[in-house]
């Protein structure tokens, strides 16, 4: 009824996090809205340049389509587009360029069944499903959070 796992307690013992423990888990997962420091983070490193010819075509393709989607008329009611399936490198470029290029659209990737590999997705969303997005984001971490401190 309240989630009581009797099981796990026999097998594994009580759990306990200390306040120090809890503080650092709590900061990892409810990271405090500061775009500032995350913005002077981004700035200090310096962006990544592909010098392999089939990820700079890879990634240009991936780009080329994301305008055309974004273009195309007939596809304003649409919300979510899947740039591209690839290794964190790539998308870790991706995530860069396309902060650069889209600001307003968010960008998430999403594990897949192969090891090593993600689909990226761009969100087109309007204010308000961005601020309804974050807020359910954020009541899934703090669900995490409780679930680990208990």
């Given at each position: 009824?309240h989630?009581m ?8 013992g ?10 650092k888990?709590?900061?990892?997962l ?8 995350a ?11 592909l ?9 240009g393709?991936?780009?080329?389509a994301?305008?055309s989607?974004l ?8 919300t979510e587009?899947?740039?591209?399936e ?5 998308r ?6 396309l ?6 659209l ?15 997705f ?5 204010d308000a ?12 971490k703090?669900a ?5 401190v208990?």
């Amino acid at each position: 009824k309240h989630g009581m796992d009797w099981n796990k307690w026999i097998s594994e013992g009580v759990p306990y996090v200390n306040r120090e423990a809890a503080q650092k888990l709590k900061e990892s997962l409810l990271p405090k809205e500061d775009k500032v420091s995350a913005d002077k983070k981004e700035a200090a490193r310096a962006p990544m340049v592909l010098t392999k010819e089939s990820d700079i075509q890879t990634t240009g393709n991936a780009i080329t389509a994301l305008r055309s989607w974004l273009a195309d008329d007939s596809k304003k009611d649409q919300t979510e587009f899947e740039v591209i399936e690839t290794n964190a490198y790539l998308r870790r470029f991706m995530h860069e360029t396309l902060a650069k290029e889209f600001a307003d659209l968010i960008v998430e990737s999403r594990p897949t069944a192969k090891p090593g590999l993600s689909k990226m997705f761009v969100l087109r969303l309007t204010d308000a499903q961005k601020t309804e997005r974050a807020a359910k984001l954020r009541l899934e971490k703090e669900a995490e959070f409780a679930r680990k401190v208990g």
